[in-house]
């Protein structure tokens, strides 16, 4: 059975807020000890509760208050490097979100562009291209443009692709002298008989 989905809001009934309490606190112990053990990392929690007469430390006292120290005693640029306040935590989320939105936004005018583009080169009509503002059909020339260049790559790299082979095919297939029984014999050892006509001449 798939677990419930859990709201992350305040629990206003006492005894529900304590019981989630303990287990959570339990499950948040057991994760601080996994992750000691699986990456060979130092960890250390406080937890302040009104559930508990004392403050909850983990994995104790002694390793917390060295690891704390530790900390303490780091130069200020490499203790606050990568530390970050809740506020800007979120605004560095909202950020990040922000620019998801603006990317998908600008994939789905794209798309839309595009459908459009396609939809005029087959039916040939242009009704769809009046429904658009001056924003939009500059980026529908864009399109056409950039789709335009990517057509004139693909036909000239298949050009010299062709020329290339043409000129492989045409080195296999050239007769040798050999081949044609051309071949004599020279002062200077075996040639073709044009090379010894020439040789004769002189």
């Not at 709201?7 to 304590?18: A, D």
């Not at 929690?45 to 060295?66: C, L």
């Not at 200020?76 to 990317?103: G, H, P």
Request: include cysteine; proline fraction near 3%; charge should be positive.
């Amino acid at each position: 059975m798939a677990r419930r989905k859990v709201r992350l809001q305040f629990i206003e009934n006492m005894s529900q807020r304590k019981s989630t309490y303990r287990k959570r606190k339990k499950g948040f112990t057991t994760k601080m000890n996994e992750i000691g053990i699986l990456c060979d990392v130092k960890a250390a929690a406080v937890i302040y509760s009104p559930f508990e007469t004392e403050p909850v430390v983990i994995p104790d006292h002694e390793t917390a208050v060295q690891l704390f120290t530790e900390w303490r005693d780091m130069p200020e640029m490499e203790r606050t490097k990568r530390m970050v306040t809740q506020e800007m935590f979120l605004r560095q989320r909202i950020q990040k979100t922000r620019d998801q939105i603006r990317k998908i936004k600008r994939d789905n005018k794209e798309k839309e562009l595009t459908n459009t583009m396609y939809g005029v080169l087959h039916d040939w009509k242009l009704d769809p291209i009046y429904k658009l503002d001056l924003k939009d059909v500059n980026e529908l020339k864009s399109t056409i443009e950039r789709y335009i260049h990517q057509i004139r790559m693909i036909k000239q790299n298949a050009t010299v692709q062709e020329s290339h082979e043409n000129r492989q095919n045409q080195t296999v297939d050239q007769p040798t002298a050999m081949e044609l029984g051309l071949t004599t014999w020279t002062p200077f050892g075996e040639g073709t008989s044009r090379s010894m006509e020439q040789q004769t001449q002189r």
